[in-house]
Structures are given as structure tokens and as C-alpha cells.
């Protein structure tokens, strides 16, 4: 089954969390929007979230999941960015990139990913880390995969790691019927904005606004529908069910690490993680570093933002006291065991 619904989260989140190792916010900071041109002629957006004049590692390219936009990543990128030039695409069919009919596939997926990171600027500087969530997380891999030396480090944060076909015996129609949102949430902007809300409301603020608004478009009837096409939306979950974790991550050069949230009704992301551990293992290739949160919903840039923030800075070294084999963890329950 897919992750839990954040509305389901069990949790809070901890207060103090610069604890973890995350610089603060940046609260001032306001990205600057850019497009690239990627063939034939398709604009794909990101946002530029600048970073120090001495970056303390390499610079950072995010990517959303399914039905979001870069915004979400708001509250990760404004501490990012006091250490790392930090970039947040918009996937192709999702928040201001063109929607096109087609190029929903992962080696264009991960060409739109690395046509940002090269009209950025972050490539000119040396390899770059990458971090995805959800949906995010396996276009962030394949991305990966394509950059190869040119990548420092790989961060998964609540996907990346599942073959969907196999853990949910699910078809791509019949995943894509469950991302429906329920038609009451849709009545209008200001019930859907109240649902987001009510997820978590300590972790409201602004830029949660800002996110859940991206993701919807008013109609003159008042109602919102969402603002991902449902071709770019059909085609998204189309590649996600040829993603083969155990294939594309042991290709991955660079350390990978992952955050997991709680674990989905029918028990499955768990053992769909031990299983790609054991398949890189056997590649000889070095396991994932894992940071759990078992009592938080799939948002855990949301939930858990200094958490994402350090994984992402530990996962290729950083002067903040993290390494590569050693993650702030706030559960407790961080292993590299890959069995």
C-alpha cells in the first residue's frame, strides 16, 4: 500500500529541533524562480535558494513527489541554504514546468533533473548531492545513477527504496485511483487549506500555505481541482512502476542515506527496505544509512525539517561535526544493517 496519509500521522514533532544538527531557518529568505529549456522546446522550473559565499559540501538539488511542487521543500531549504547552494526543481508536469504528453519516463526524468543542475550552476562546481521524496526519491536515484561521479550523495527521504508493483500488487490505474483527494476536501480553497492544516498545525506556518496552495487551482465555481494534469500525473506513477530500487541503487556511486516515516497498513515499506539492503550487500556496495520516524506521517520535510537537513549535509560530509556514516538521528532507531 502506498505511505501512510499525513491526515493519519500518530505523532508530533519534537520541539528543539536544531538539536539534530541542522542549522536554523533562513525566515527571510525568498527564492528566485528560473526556467531551463530541455528538448524539444519544454520549460522546467526550479527555484534557487542561493547558499553561502564558502559552502561547507557540495550543492544540493531537491525533488518533490507526486502532485506537489518545489515548494515543499521550504522548510529544508531555508537551512540548507546557510551552508549549500540549494536547488528545488518542479518536475515536469508539476508546478510551473510545461506539462508535455510526453517524457514521463526515468532517463528524461533524470535529464530534466540534471538540466536543472547544470543551468543552476551546481554542476559547475563539482558533484552535487540529491535528495527526493516520495516519488521524488526514485527520480532523485535515477538521477543518481545518470550524473555518476558527478553525484556526492544520494538522500531518500520516504521512498526511494519500494518496488510498488510488488509491495502493493497494485496496478498503475489502479495506484493512481487512490491518490484521489476526497471531493469534500475540494469545495473549495479554504477547506482544503484547513484539511492541510489540520494534518499537524504546530508545523503551519507560511510557507505550508505557500506549498498546499501550489498544488491546486481555483475554478470560478470555487472549487479547486488539482493543479497536476491528470496525464502528467498518470504518466508520473507509469514510471514509478518501472522503478527497480535494487537495480538503480546499486548503480548509485555515491553514499546513500534514507529517512523512513511510519510504517504503511499492510507492513511492507519495512521489508521493502531490508530487501534492497540485502541486494546491495550482495553488489558489494555499501548499505544504507536509515533514519526512522516511526511516528510521523510521509511529509517528514514538514515534520521533521532539521532531521532532512542533516541527512542531507551528513550524507557527503560537512565542517557541522556529521559524516557520511553517521546521521543525526532524532528516533533513536538510525541502522545500517543490511540485513
Given at each position: 500500500?502506498?505511505?501512510?496519509?499525513d491526515?493519519?500521522?500518530?505523532?508530533?514533532?519534537?520541539?528543539?529541533?536544531?538539536?539534530?544538527?541542522?542549522?536554523?531557518?533562513?525566515?527571510?529568505?525568498?527564492?528566485?524562480?528560473?526556467?531551463?529549456?530541455?528538448?524539444?522546446?519544454?520549460?522546467i522550473?526550479?527555484?534557487?535558494?542561493g547558499?553561502?559565499?564558502?559552502?561547507?559540501?557540495?550543492?544540493?538539488?531537491?525533488?518533490?513527489?507526486?502532485?506537489?511542487?518545489?515548494?515543499?521543500?521550504?522548510?529544508?531549504?531555508?537551512?540548507?541554504?546557510r551552508?549549500r547552494?540549494t536547488?528545488?526543481?518542479?518536475?515536469?508536469?508539476?508546478g510551473?514546468?510545461?506539462?508535455?504528453?510526453?517524457?514521463?519516463?526515468a532517463?528524461?526524468?533524470?535529464?530534466?533533473?540534471?538540466?536543472v543542475?547544470?543551468?543552476s550552476g551546481?554542476?559547475?562546481?563539482?558533484?552535487?548531492?540529491?535528495?527526493?521524496?516520495?516519488?521524488?526519491?526514485?527520480?532523485?536515484?535515477?538521477?543518481?545513477r545518470?550524473?555518476?561521479?558527478?553525484?556526492?550523495?544520494?538522500?531518500?527521504?520516504?521512498?526511494?527504496?519500494?518496488?510498488?508493483?510488488?509491495t502493493?500488487?497494485?496496478?498503475?490505474?489502479?495506484?493512481?485511483?487512490?491518490?484521489?483527494?476526497?471531493p469534500?476536501?475540494?469545495?473549495?480553497m479554504?477547506?482544503?487549506?484547513?484539511?492541510?492544516?489540520?494534518?499537524?498545525?504546530?508545523?503551519?506556518?507560511?510557507?505550508?500555505?505557500?506549498?498546499?496552495?501550489?498544488?491546486?487551482?481555483?475554478?470560478?465555481?470555487?472549487?479547486?481541482?488539482?493543479a497536476?494534469?491528470?496525464?502528467?500525473?498518470?504518466?508520473?506513477?507509469?514510471?514509478l512502476?518501472?522503478?527497480?530500487?535494487?537495480?538503480?541503487?546499486?548503480?548509485?556511486?555515491?553514499?546513500?542515506?534514507?529517512?523512513?516515516?511510519?510504517?504503511?497498513?499492510?507492513?511492507?515499506?519495512?521489508?521493502?527496505?531490508?530487501?534492497?539492503?540485502?541486494?546491495?550487500?550482495?553488489?558489494?556496495?555499501?548499505?544504507?544509512?536509515?533514519?526512522?520516524?516511526?511516528?510521523?506521517g510521509?511529509?517528514?520535510?514538514?515534520?521533521?525539517p532539521?532531521?532532512?537537513?542533516?541527512?542531507?549535509?551528513?550524507?557527503?560530509?560537512?565542517r557541522?561535526g556529521?559524516?557520511?556514516?553517521?546521521l543525526?538521528?532524532?528516533?533513536?532507531?538510525?541502522?545500517?544493517?543490511?540485513?
Open positions: 500500500m502506498p505511505p501512510p496519509h491526515r493519519d500521522r500518530p505523532g508530533a514533532p519534537e520541539p528543539e529541533r536544531e538539536r539534530h544538527g541542522a542549522p536554523e531557518p533562513d525566515p527571510g529568505a525568498e527564492p528566485s524562480g528560473y526556467v531551463v529549456l530541455v528538448e524539444p522546446a519544454d520549460r522550473h526550479f527555484l534557487d535558494w547558499g553561502p559565499a564558502e559552502p561547507d559540501g557540495p550543492g544540493v538539488l531537491l525533488v518533490h513527489g507526486l502532485a506537489q511542487t518545489s515548494w515543499i521543500w521550504a522548510p529544508a531549504a531555508r537551512r540548507l541554504r551552508r547552494p536547488v528545488a526543481l518542479d518536475l515536469r508536469g508539476h510551473l514546468s510545461d506539462s508535455p504528453t510526453s517524457g514521463y519516463d532517463r528524461t526524468l533524470a535529464d530534466d533533473a540534471i538540466a543542475a547544470d543551468g551546481l554542476l559547475a562546481a563539482g558533484p552535487i548531492v540529491l535528495a527526493g521524496h516520495g516519488f521524488g526519491a526514485a527520480v532523485a536515484a535515477w538521477t543518481a545518470a550524473l555518476g561521479p558527478r553525484c556526492a550523495g544520494l538522500v531518500l527521504v520516504d521512498g526511494g527504496w519500494e518496488d510498488l508493483r510488488a502493493t500488487g497494485q496496478e498503475p490505474d489502479e495506484f493512481l485511483r487512490g491518490l484521489a483527494e476526497p469534500e476536501m475540494l469545495r473549495s479554504t477547506a482544503y487549506l484547513r484539511d492541510r492544516e489540520a494534518f499537524d498545525p504546530p508545523t503551519w506556518d507560511a510557507d505550508q500555505d505557500r506549498a498546499a496552495r501550489a498544488t491546486v487551482v481555483d475554478t470560478p465555481a470555487g472549487r479547486v481541482v488539482p497536476t494534469r491528470p496525464h502528467a500525473l498518470a504518466g508520473a506513477v507509469e514510471a512502476f518501472t522503478y527497480r530500487p535494487d537495480v538503480v541503487l546499486a548503480d548509485v556511486e555515491a553514499p546513500i542515506a534514507a529517512l523512513a516515516a511510519a510504517e504503511d497498513e499492510a507492513g511492507t515499506r519495512g521489508p521493502a527496505l531490508k530487501a534492497v539492503q540485502r541486494a546491495l550487500h550482495e553488489a558489494g556496495r555499501p548499505a544504507i544509512r536509515v533514519d526512522r520516524f516511526p511516528s510521523d510521509h511529509n517528514l520535510i514538514r515534520y521533521r532539521a532531521e532532512v537537513t542533516a541527512a542531507i549535509l551528513a550524507v557527503a560530509g560537512t557541522a556529521l559524516s557520511p556514516d553517521g543525526a538521528t532524532a528516533s533513536g532507531e538510525a541502522d545500517v544493517d543490511p540485513a
